[in-house]
């Protein structure tokens, strides 16, 4: 009986945490819509979120590594754009476009989460290393698909595969900074996106 007790109290006080942990959360996320993340300070978010600021430290070291959190809740959606490019039968060219498309929909669907993010790597190494290990995840499928588009004589032999998986991820992340996320005109949104898709197909198939 005493220890069905402890065991819910324990249980209410986690269930008690996690609410003010999302609290913390959603408020950064509000605030980010409006504000920059170099303008906003913790005890702006502990405000918003209604809590102390030695409750947002409880959970959080630093602004930086709250929106490294938030930034998961777009993982997903990133994830699965970039699984369209999967190489076989289809045409490369429209497998390579849709999911370009689908990253950058993803981007422009989330800017003020994906501008935060460019910021807190900025200010935060230890931010800066947790993005670049996930970029660095979706290195191996897209080298394996290079790969098997080889093997085929779909592709031509070319650049080692897993370092220009990476240098095509990165062409991505560089151009999403700069045109998906920002208040560009939309011919620049496009042309940056043909743009994108032309060095894949150039890199990986030797043609556009």
């Not at 945490?17 to 950064?28: C, P, V, Y």
């Not at 076989?88 to 497998?95: K, M, N």
């Not at 032309?198 to 556009?208: D, F, K, L, Q």
Request: glycine share 8%; charged share 25%.
């Amino acid at each position: 009986m005493e220890s069905a007790v402890r065991d819910g109290v324990d249980a209410g006080r986690s269930d008690k945490g996690e609410l003010r942990r999302e609290s913390i959360l959603r408020a950064l996320e509000n605030l980010l819509e409006t504000t920059t993340l170099h303008e906003l300070n913790v005890r702006d978010i502990s405000k918003a979120a209604g809590v102390t600021r030695s409750a947002f430290y409880f959970y959080f070291d630093n602004k930086a590594a709250a929106v490294s959190e938030l930034s998961k809740a777009v993982d997903e959606e990133v994830a699965a754009a970039s699984a369209i490019y999967s190489g076989g039968t289809d045409d490369p060219a429209r497998q390579v476009g849709q999911m370009i498309g689908a990253v950058r929909d993803t981007w422009m669907r989330h800017p003020h989460l994906f501008r935060a993010m460019r910021d807190a790597r900025s200010s935060d190494p230890g931010v800066d290393d947790l993005w670049n290990r996930g970029l660095e995840g979706f290195v191996e499928p897209v080298a394996a698909v290079i790969d098997s588009e080889r093997s085929s004589g779909r592709a031509p032999v070319g650049a080692d595969s897993r370092m220009l998986a990476l240098v095509l991820l990165e062409s991505i992340a560089r151009m999403g900074d700069r045109y998906w996320i920002g208040d560009q005109k939309a011919a620049d949104v496009a042309a940056a996106t043909q743009a994108l898709c032309a060095v894949w197909m150039g890199s990986i198939y030797g043609r556009v």
